[in-house]
Nanobody, 121 residues
Framework: QLQLVESGGGLVQPGGSLRLSCAAS????????ISWFRQAPGKEREGVSC?????????NYADSVKGRFTISRDNVKNTAYLHMNNLKSEDTGVYYC?????????????YGKGTLVTVSS
């Protein structure tokens, strides 16, 4: 069974950068679209970004992160990334990666356990 493990979270000052990683085991990521979600304290989980499987490769972003975040994938390493620049306090939350079959429009099949990002001075 596919398992996802996020890493790279931490404490960063406003304006700083982080790179989150999502490492997969148990299956290749080649056939999956990969999404990043986040959940801020007291708020519902929201979608941040998604990238289709290798076949499609198209990406999408929440309006709140466009121009600041970049999603990517390395199918050789079986890992996905979320590059986050110009971080703001409202980016604070637990970040989860998730997969769906082939396309971002398909239902999520698996979530990771998350990594905490705290943006604060």
């Amino acid at each position: 069974q596919l398992q996802l493990v996020e890493s790279g979270g931490g404490l960063v000052q406003p304006g700083g950068s982080l790179r989150l990683s999502c490492a997969a085991s148990g299956s290749t990521l080649d056939y999956y679209a990969i999404s990043w979600f986040r959940q801020a304290p007291g708020k519902e989980r929201e979608g941040v970004s998604c990238i289709d499987s290798s076949t499609g490769g198209s990406t999408n972003y929440a309006d709140s992160v466009k121009g600041r975040f970049t999603i990517s994938r390395d199918n050789v390493k079986n890992t996905a990334y979320l590059h986050m620049n110009n971080l703001k306090s409202e980016d604070t939350g637990v970040y989860y990666c998730a997969v769906s079959r082939w396309y971002c429009s398909e239902p999520v099949l698996y979530y990771g356990k998350g990594t905490l990002v705290t943006v604060s001075s």
